[in-house]
């Protein structure tokens, strides 16, 4: 159904089309609402991700008034049985040759790998695994949104700085809880941190009545600094801050989060972005946004840069060095050349303050602090020929 | 007789002193400091969230951006009291008056728009819309060009003061803060804070001239973030202040080359010169001070609290 539409819209508009017009399509699904009922205090959008793009749209656009160029979004967002491919497939047919996805992996990766994605570019900016920057990288895949990787690193840095270096690692039972539990154990061992005791968590996600008696007794017997709960899907990790057994702050998921976005963010001009997110949304700024944001608005810069709508002008400037893209994180962004990977400052926030921003101060790197979150040139699997 | 003469000289002196007026962002308030022994004297309530401050032509008006009540002040320069405020449109942070007082044209962050205000009338007549989160703004010494700089955009909008419509745009480096023209009009400087450089431009062409990169031996690079920038009356020295740097470079503004790079306190953001140009003053956000900086031998004198993040400063004669 949402695939007619599609068609027609983009018949309409790209018949419509003249001079310097850039077509920039959008590929999300609908997903699934797990939580608990104490934990879903916010709601969970369909649209993460869609209206960060849009509003990149928007501030492309207010610039494209004085350099005569113009930016059109395409959007699908599939329900949860449909296949993304479909949309896919649709949107390159109509010849849209950036598309922001907002998939899990493995589909992120089934459509970089189909025929036809060739001569197009895929901005990840729904999927944190670090495999998609390593051995499954792929050279027509950039990601705007950070890697567990480069979060893990920032929580890493600060902890290391506050020497809480004994760690009681509490990963969930889900895919993406292993994942960024096993980046945290490798930032772990990149600073000279300890993990002393590692327990998944395997008890009943709906806590409501026993959650205080449970996360004292989960968390007993053990000597630590600090928690680092891996909980991606914010199923059980809100339970434990002041539920411990032992007085001890928690880090990772929560508690003290490592975030590529979070609404109490201000500084660096960062409160006018806030703004206009919230004016055209109707509601706060999440990573997802903020990475279709930085995907459309690296487009536009490269637009703007090269004075060119054409796809290869951009695709060199975007994976040049180049490429000093603002993104109110005080420092200018750019793309890793051997990975895809956008750099940028990771926050570490509680519920409402920025407690810091990493790369921490000290953390030092020979040519880009930002380098020193993440799989660095050395250290990469990801060997591509672009 | 003595004593009359006594009070006289008094009089004579404090009148030749510069009064220092620094907007507290933090403090919602006004720090007054004697420009001659460089101690603060006073603090006022004002608007919420002070900004920029600059004065009138006739030096008899202070105009401040209120930013949180959405509004520019104006107060009396010689009582302080607020005679009355303007219609700045949502936000105001920066603005810029044209030499002969009659308008004040102010930058609208949220609404990607400059709002232009008749100063005789007190009422906005017209809004131009610029690029996303405009900045910077000027207006040339000849009143020819109002300059509108867009962070986001990384544009100058050159706007005539005539039409009130933008007349050309330049392209410079990424999230441009401030602009400034020489005193002879000539060119226009411009400074990019996620850039790093100062980005310099020949007015009649609006072409670019010469871009400077700013680096600091000892310094990390993404601390070099350009903000506030002016040149001197004899565009010997031209200033720019580095945030978090912590630092204010001095550019040979003959040569357009970085010569030295002077300390201030934390966060250094906006810049006034005393009226003989003699003396520099800085405001230092992160460190609740002011610096002063002597420009004949190019060093920081004192630096003097004033109050929580200090942002704007104009100097009064």
Redesign the interface.
Known sequence: MWICALIAFLCLCLSSAYGQTLFIAYIGQERADLRPATANIEPLPQDLGLRGAELGIE?NN??G???NQSFRLLGAVVKQDEDPARAFYFLRQEGVRHILVNLPAAKLLALADSPEAKDSLLYNVGAYDDRLRGKDCRANVLHTLPSHAMRADAIGQYLKKKRWEKWFLVPGPWPQDQLFAEALKRSAKRFGLKIVAAKPWTHTYDARRTAESEVAVFTQGVDYDVVLVADEADLFGAYFPYRTWLPRPVAGSHGLAATAWHPAHEQW?AV?LQ??FRKLAGRRMQPEDYAAWLAV?AIG?AA??TQSTDFTPIREYLLSDQL???GFK???LSFRPWDGQLRQPILLASAYDIVAVAPIEGFLHPTN?LDTLGYDARETECHLKR | MRLVTAILIYFSATALADTVLVSLEKDNALAIVDGQSLSLIQTIKIGRRPRDIKLSPDLAKIYVAASDDDAIQVLDARTYQVLGTLPSGKDPETFAIDPKGERLYASNEDDNQVTVIDLNSSQAIKTIPVGVEPEGIAVSPDGRWVVSTSETTNMVHWIDPVTLEVAHNTLVDPRPRAATFTPDGKQLWVTSEIGGTLTILDTASKETVKKLKFSIPGVNQTLVQPVGVLVDQNRRYGYVALGPANRVAVIDAQKLEVIDYLLTGKRVWQMAFTHDGKMLFTTNGASHDITAIDTQKLKPIKSIAVGHYPWGVAVKP
């Open positions: 501030d207010t610039t008034r004085f350099t001009g006018q703004n206009r608005r810069e703007t840069r000093a893209l603002p005080g420092v200018p602090e």
